[in-house]
């Protein structure tokens, strides 16, 4: 049997992305059997020249993936998100603040930076808030309990300019060993690594457990 101290499940999400809320339920499940080794990354979908503005071929694009997605996965997606939040043409889309924090947070022990995430996105996805702001993320923290020296951190300027950096690391990684878009979820044993199919996974999480305990014990 693998010693899983030798293993890391590194997830690649980013939180404006609608595949990655629906892989929301596999994430879980794999941090409640792999807590140790569960990692979280962001991808920074809408980075730097990625960021853009709300716009009508957008609100078609993701009404299409969304549909799409929630057949798949089951994830919900609340009429606040799909009728105003898609809508609203002053909304400049921006992974960063999100990103920043979750990964922040994950830096602290006794954070949940996994929580913090599916909170986000169920701000974003489900009560159409616009997570990009800074004060939809205050809310988001204050929900959880988080302690407040420990959202003051996760906010900073400086984490955002540690994640930027993080997120350039994650997206070599990505290069490297042929992860593709998101969710990826590489799994490192060692100095190797392997790509999930993740895709194969959507709405089964019970399914990818199972599957991922075979492939680390073979």
Not at 76 to 95: A, N, P, W
Not at 131 to 153: H, M, P, R, Y
Not at 154 to 179: C, E, F, V, Y
């Amino acid at each position: 049997m693998t010693n899983t101290q030798e293993i890391t499940l590194h997830w690649i999400i980013d939180p404006l992305c609608g595949w990655s809320y629906g892989a929301l339920s596999l994430l879980q499940a794999t941090a409640q059997q792999w807590p140790a080794q569960f990692e979280l990354h962001s991808g920074g979908l809408f980075m730097g020249y990625s960021r853009r503005r709300i716009d009508a071929d957008w609100h078609l694009h993701v009404r299409d993936h969304d549909a799409r997605i929630a057949e798949l996965t089951g994830a919900t997606f609340g009429e606040q998100y799909r009728e105003h939040l898609c809508r609203d043409q002053s909304v400049v889309l921006d992974s960063l603040p999100a990103s920043a924090a979750m990964l922040a947070l994950q830096q602290h022990s006794g954070a949940d930076a996994l929580a913090f995430l599916a909170a986000a996105q169920h701000a974003w996805y489900v009560d159409g808030k616009d997570i990009s702001q800074t004060s939809v993320l205050d809310a988001v923290a204050a929900k959880l309990g988080l302690a407040a020296d420990v959202w003051q951190e996760a906010r900073s300027d400086a984490a955002k300019q540690l994640a930027s950096q993080a997120i350039n690391r994650t997206r070599q990684l990505m290069a490297q060993h042929g992860a593709q878009g998101f969710p990826s979820l590489l799994v490192q044993r060692g100095t190797e690594y392997f790509n999930v199919p993740v895709n194969r996974f959507y709405g089964e999480p019970a399914a990818l457990v199972q599957q991922l305990t075979q492939w680390l014990q073979a």
